[in-house]
């Protein structure tokens, strides 16, 4: 008897379950990923982080779910893109434009430390909760670079680089020993952006005037207390306090659900059909390389390898069920090759198929290059992008070797055999072959952008020479199409084609384990596409060997100083 009471009371629990009110939790102290894991060392280290996807489709489907009483996101912690913030912000306004709760709570918005880009997400919620410890770092953006000329000169370490042109500024840690005029306005610019960005979302989120905004942040930061009496938050309490206040909102009864968990359940309960037209998704993520996607296991971000991106769109592009490609970029660049590889395909698909491209955090240098070439290019105003142009170089070592006491020789056959060694310069022959280079990359990037944004060459060049824009300016120069993120981007591919709003979506590439299990027949077949761990990467040294003229990074780079604070 009491076991059958105890199967009947856990089948009542079950059923009761499925019927509950439903509280969607979402927990970003860790922070998102962008797309799919690129090899099986990436999916081990992403086991606990949601997928950006995820929570967006997740969002978007429980819209619609009347069992969906509200959703509550924990926010802090690791920081978040700012591109990716502003996803974020607008999946959340449409859920809560729904009739949905939304409730966000931190434990501080920086501890002694800065919190604005975390503290502008939050501002998208109906209720915004801090912990009465908390603080709220509203500082405003900085950026800040460090130059390290006068050192190396002290260490006997030379720079020989050249660059096209001036705002292209990835080399001048190394060459400059201050800011360059034209890398003071364009930095200077990209904050003024941001922040008027910044300002009228928490403007509109708190319901306050944005010359208050922007007095507050002139003011900031704030301990708790000073947060409520100011408007920016509605009240202090700690987590078990937020979810008593949400529980009595949402019912009693209401059930608490990763939000990721009810994406993929979702996802399960409406499986599409195998043969169901639908839109590809192709994620293109890090450093851009020739070769395979894939990471180092010593380290180090994940790599955009021209190999799986071209091998993706080659088999979305034959799928004869997939009526559209959206081309996910979020990438600083890399290899000009790589990038050129990956135009290519994007060029022939988009003879085929419409493609759509959805940027990042980043689309700049080699990926906006990879990404000129789309039907329409869709940027977040946060999403850093442009930065048409190129830079090569190398450090010079002949002068520190020399105080070290090692010596070297070379023996050559050619007269420009050992012209990349880095214990010597550059002949001026050498420099001729270098600035060939650069020309002829540059000339073929702004061609390609000319041809592509339908701008005169003369209007291009104004726009490239390095310089980088925020979406919104990108925008507003014609150098991307709209501003959206991902899921605008699915829904504009969607209607292109005719589709239905929920026509299925289908990551490439698409492999089944057999598939991987076997390896692929050649170049042609789509498990060409398999990512795999690079061996021969620089691991956590990689941005750092790309700017001092190593090959693993590429001539088309963003600087890794480009991160918001």
Sequence with gaps: MDAGKAIF?????????????????????????EGPPADPLAAVLSMRKPRLADVLSGLKRARQDPRVKALVVKIGGNPLGFAMVQELRQAVIRFRAAGKLTVA???????????????????????????????????????????????????GVGYEAGRRHEYKTA???????????????????????????????????????????????????????????????????????????????AGEDAHLLYLARYARAAGVRKLPQPMADGIALVHGSGLIRTGRS?????????????????????????DEHIKAVVFRVDSPGGSYVASDTIWREVTLTRKVKPVIVSMGDYAASGGYFVAMAADVIMAQPGTLTGSIGVYGGKPVLSELMEKAGINSELLAEGANAGMF??????????????????????????????????????RTHELARGRVWTGADAHAHGLVDELGGLEDALALARKRVGLADDAPVRTYPRLNPLERLRGPESSED??????????????????????????????????SWYRIS
């Excluded at 939050?122 to 670079?145: C, K």
């Design 9 to 33: 009371d856990t089948v009542g629990k079950l059923r009761q379950r499925r019927t509950a009110p439903l509280v969607l939790e979402l927990d970003l102290t860790e922070g998102l990923t």
């Design 105 to 155: 709570y931190a434990e501080t918005f920086g501890e002694f430390s800065g919190g604005t880009v975390p503290y502008y997400l939050a501002t998208a919620f109906e209720r915004l909760y801090l912990q009465p410890s908390g603080d709220v770092g509203l500082t405003g953006l900085a950026m800040e670079q460090r130059f390290v000329k006068g050192a190396l000169t002290r260490l």
């Design 171 to 249: 080399m001048n840690t190394f060459t400059e020993d201050r800011m360059t005029d034209a890398h003071r306005e364009s930095a200077a610019r990209l904050l003024e952006s941001l922040t008027e960005t910044v300002v009228a979302g928490i403007a509109d989120g708190r319901g306050l005037d944005p010359d208050k905004v922007r007095e507050l942040i002139d003011r900031g930061p704030f301990i708790a207390s000073e947060a409520q009496e100011a408007g920016l938050v509605d009240k202090l309490a700690y987590r078990d306090e937020v979810y008593d206040e949400l529980k009595r909102a």
């Design 294 to 318: 894939g990471r180092s296991p010593l380290g180090g971000g994940g790599a955009m390898g021209s190999d799986t991106i071209a091998a993706s769109l080659r088999a979305a592009r034959r």
């Design 421 to 458: 060694s880095l214990t010597r310069g550059f002949s001026p022959e050498q420099w001729e072959r270098v600035n060939a280079w650069l020309d002829r990359i540059y000339d073929d990037f702004v061609s390609k952008v000319a041809k592509s944004r339908d701008l005169s060459r003369e």
């Design 526 to 559: 789509k498990a060409a596409a398999l990512a795999r761990i690079r061996l021969d990467a620089w691991g956590p040294l990689a941005r750092l060997s790309a700017e001092l003229g190593l090959p693993a990074g590429g001539p088309l780079l963003l600087p």
